[in-house]
T-cell receptor
Framework: KAGVTQTPRYLIKTRGQQVTLSCSPISGHRSVSWYQQTPGQGLQFLFEYFSETQRNKGNFPGRFSGRQFSNSRSEMNVSTLELGDSALYLC??????????????FGPGTRLTVL | KNEVEQSPQNLTAQEGEFITINCSYSVGISALHWLQQHPGGGIVSLFMLSSGKKKHGRLIATINIQEKHSSLHITASHPRDSAVYICAAVRLYQKVTFGIGTKLQVIP
């Protein structure tokens, strides 16, 4: 079974631009979570989607948004990029069995550099 | 005070040593997740536990729900164990709060 895939793996943008990152979960997984990792702040939770609905959101400004499609693939969008948005963006998927472990499986990440 | 505190932040060990990484959390959780991140960014899930103890090979994870504390142990450490180890408090709907990570270097 294929793992979580993320595209693109690397991205360079300039301030003010917008960016869209994509995540394909493991087949059958319906929950997709997004995280930002920076050297200064470590890993931080962005949001989580389940069955096309955002169930939870971290403490990020409205410039960060996401969505999930009916096939569970998810995208996150960052508008009006700032230098501080340079980070590794990770997505993770989980099966979401009621009462189950719901272990998350991480993708390789997209490394975004904002110049 | 951070919701998830991890210690130590840096750890250097000689090959073969027994290693312990500690994680304390202040929030109610549904599970505690231990992750391993190698240089280059890839993250691997080691354990997800909500009570007791789990073992996989040379890795052991324990959690004490009453004390809100978890530990990750590595027995007979090896240079290939060198990585950053991160604990994460998992709450409802996968809302996750991460520790700062422990950078482990195992020297031959």
């Amino acid at each position: 079974k294929a793992g979580v895939t993320q595209t693109p793996r690397y991205l360079i943008k300039t301030r003010g631009q917008q960016v869209t990152l994509s995540c394909s979960p493991i087949s059958g997984h319906r929950s997709v979570s997004w995280y930002q990792q920076t050297p200064g702040q470590g890993l931080q939770f962005l949001f989580e989607y389940f069955s096309e609905t955002q169930r939870n959101k971290g403490n990020f400004p409205g410039r960060f948004s996401g969505r999930q499609f009916s096939n569970s693939r998810s995208e996150m969008n960052v508008s009006t990029l700032e230098l501080g948005d340079s980070a590794l963006y990770l997505c993770a998927s989980s099966l979401e069995i009621a009462g189950g472990r719901n272990e998350q499986f991480f993708g390789p990440g997209t490394r975004l550099t904002v110049l | 005070k951070n919701e998830v505190e991890q210690s130590p932040q840096n750890l250097t060990a000689q090959e073969g040593e027994f290693i312990t990484i500690n994680c304390s959390y202040s929030v109610g959780i549904s599970a505690l997740h231990w992750l391993q991140q190698h240089p280059g960014g890839g993250i691997v899930s080691l354990f997800m536990l909500s009570s007791g103890k789990k073992k996989h090979g040379r890795l052991i994870a324990t959690i004490n729900i009453q004390e809100k504390h978890s530990s990750l142990h590595i027995t007979a450490s090896h240079p290939r164990d060198s990585a950053v180890y991160i604990c994460a408090a998992v709450r409802l709907y996968q809302k996750v709060t991460f520790g700062i990570g422990t950078k482990l270097q195992v020297i031959p």
